[in-house]
């Protein structure tokens, strides 16, 4: 479906969503949604999952959903699929995109419709359902959250985390404990991510020039993230392979680590426009007033165990109630699918199918 909501720049714009819809029959007052937000995938509109076959993991989830009565709406997000660059990252918007999408579909069905809604969402869904909890508080029909890996603290990630833990990995990898090329991954995709935070950032500061905040060596591969204008760049594999083969190209006969690799500034998080992005696009700063269910695997090298734990920490005690489940051994996008019963049973419990 297509819908109107509010972008970045406080005006209306058209967003895309899918809508699926139970075989079982409607119950007599209505469909409850689930509002599946769902992982990176780039942010030009050939990226947006409404243009792809569906992901497996969501297709596992949604089976599950549908299975026990509840219509599934998956917003592509503002600017993904539709004209505009999408502001990745970027709370407020995806969880915009996700209540009106809910808005749009009431409106639609009427009367086939309960009122209640809960959101789900892994890595920048996570986020996003996290967002969406924060700006539906106050919503009677919204009944919850279930973020999985939930993106957050980046800037901390990258600077802080990333550097010791790419060095470790490498070790790991010269005595046999990791595949080769697992360090490499690993800054591939975090590089990826910052690409498309700094592009995205464009939607609301057209003149942001993102390149300032990268060093040299990866200021040929950060445009890629963007293409032409920002409707055209890479998709998340395309990305990550570009930077895997530009560090290949960087260590290769250098006797240099892959950490080595002069990605993001040493000074990035004091540029004031990525200050205040980290700032207002942090999750879980806010106690949430409705029941959350987070879901990390310990073996996550995108979003670290401790970064959710800590956000989870946060969110109890500013008094949120939160059902965490840390999932031995599970990498970034396996926990999800490893907890998918104990997900269902979350949203079962607090908001029945009828």
Same mark, same amino acid.
């Given at each position: ?89 970027? !709370?407020?918007?995806? @969880? ?7 808005? @749009? ?39 919850? @959250? ?43 995709? !975090? ?44 998709? !998340? ?88 489940? !840390? ?28």
């Amino acid at each position: 479906m297509t819908y109107k909501m509010p972008n970045v720049r406080d005006q209306k714009t058209e967003a895309t969503a899918m809508v699926f819809y139970p075989s079982a029959p409607r119950p007599v007052d209505g469909w409850r949604v689930v509002v599946w937000e769902h992982g990176t995938v780039g942010i030009a509109d050939h990226c947006a999952p409404s243009r792809n076959s569906l992901n497996p993991r969501f297709k596992a989830m949604a089976e599950s959903l549908l299975a026990a009565g509840y219509v599934i709406v998956a917003p592509d997000y503002e600017g993904l699929g539709t004209p505009g660059i999408h502001p990745y990252l970027h !709370l407020e918007s995806a @969880a915009q995109s996700a209540i009106y999408s809910v808005r @749009a579909l009431k409106e639609d069905l009427g009367a086939h419709m309960h009122g209640a809604w809960m959101s789900v969402g892994q890595s920048q869904g996570g986020h996003a359902s996290l967002g969406t909890a924060e700006f539906a508080n106050q919503d009677a029909n919204y009944k919850g @959250a279930v973020a999985a890996a939930p993106a957050s603290s980046l800037g901390y990630i990258i600077a802080e985390v990333a550097p010791a833990a790419i060095h470790d990995l490498e070790l790991a990898e010269s005595v046999g404990l990791y595949p080769v090329g697992t360090a490499r991954n690993v800054y591939a995709e !975090l590089m990826a991510y910052a690409a498309y935070v700094a592009v995205g950032i464009k939607a609301y500061e057209p003149d942001f020039n993102y390149l300032s905040i990268f060093q040299p060596e990866s200021q040929d591969i950060v445009p890629e993230a963007e293409g032409n204008n920002g409707e055209n760049g890479q998709c !998340l594999d395309e990305l990550m392979q570009s930077f895997r083969e530009d560090i290949d190209a960087f260590t290769e006969n250098s006797g240099l680590a892959v950490a080595d690799y002069p990605g993001l500034t040493a000074n990035f998080q004091d540029n004031a426009t990525i200050k205040q992005f980290l700032a207002l696009n942090q999750p879980a700063t806010k106690k949430l007033d409705k029941p959350i269910m987070v879901i990390q695997g310990e073996a996550d090298t995108a979003v670290p165990a401790a970064v959710t734990t800590a956000l989870v920490d946060n969110l109890r005690e500013m008094g949120t109630t939160v059902e965490y489940e !840390l999932v031995p051994g599970a990498s970034h996008t396996q926990a999800i699918v490893q907890r998918n019963a104990e997900l269902v049973r979350f949203i079962q419990t607090r908001m029945p199918a009828q």
